[in-house]
C-alpha cells in the first residue's frame, strides 16, 4: 500500500487555503446579495414615489375639479337666489299698486282671506 503522506505544513496551508477560499466565496456572495437587495428596495421604492406622485396628482385634480363644481352650485344658487328676490319685489310693487287703485276692494280681500283662515285655523 502506498499512502501519500504529506508533511504537517502541508496540510495546514491547504485546509487555511481552503477557508480563506470560501470565506471570500461568502463575502462575494454577501456583496452580491446585498448589492441586490439594494437594487430591489431602490426599485420598490422609485415604483412607491411613482405611486404616490400619482395618486396626489389625481387627488388634487379632484380637489380642483370638486372646487370648480362647488363654485358652479354657488353660482347658481345666487342667480336663482337674486331671480326670487327680484320676482318678490315685482309681486310687492304690483300689490302696492294695486291697493292703492282700488282700496275698499283690497280691504274686502284682506278681511275675506282673514275670515277664512281663522276658521281654518279653529279646526
Known amino acids: ?20 477560499d ?7 456572495a454577501t456583496s452580491s446579495a446585498v448589492t441586490n437587495t439594494k437594487e430591489a428596495v431602490e426599485r420598490a421604492a422609485d415604483h412607491v414615489e411613482e405611486s404616490l406622485h400619482r395618486a396626489t396628482d389625481k387627488a388634487a385634480d379632484a ?5 370648480e363644481k362647488a363654485d358652479e352650485y354657488r353660482q347658481r ?3 336663482a337666489y337674486d331671480d326670487a328676490v327680484d320676482r318678490a319685489d315685482e309681486w310687492l310693487d304690483r300689490a ?16 275675506g282671506a282673514g275670515w ?3 276658521r281654518i285655523l279653529r279646526r
Open 1 to 20: 500500500m502506498n499512502k501519500q503522506v504529506q508533511a504537517p505544513g502541508d496540510v495546514g496551508n491547504t485546509a487555511a487555503e481552503r477557508i480563506e
Open 22 to 28: 470560501r470565506a471570500e466565496r461568502i463575502k462575494q
Open 63 to 67: 380637489a380642483t375639479r370638486a372646487t
Open 77 to 79: 344658487g345666487r342667480e
Open 96 to 111: 302696492r299698486e294695486y291697493v292703492r287703485e282700488k282700496p275698499v276692494q283690497s280691504v274686502a280681500i284682506a278681511l
Open 116 to 118: 277664512l283662515l281663522g
